[in-house]
């Protein structure tokens, strides 16, 4: 029997973790934001329907442009297409931080 390595180098663990750490952020704030939503709610004086129309639009966004992504990846290669995500998705989650919901009925 021989003796192989898992990982065969630094440049393979790099990669793994990388692609892990861009799974953790990705899908955990999709998939937190409903232990959320009562401080969203509570803190942002909005309803629950406004919420989860927000949360839903959210999810259309990213259903919509995963296939755009996934074959601009399979163009100019997945590294490019991740940083350019990136890029698009930082504006975002900094506006969920300053975004004060001001709805005066």
Known sequence: MSQTKFLPSKLALITLLSACGIVAVSMGLRQTFGLFSDFFVKD???TVTQFGLAIGIQMLMWGMFAPIFGAMADKIGGNK???VAFIYFIPDLTQVFFFKLTLDY
């Open 81 to 83: 297409v991740t940083i």
């Open 44 to 46: 942002l004086q909005c």
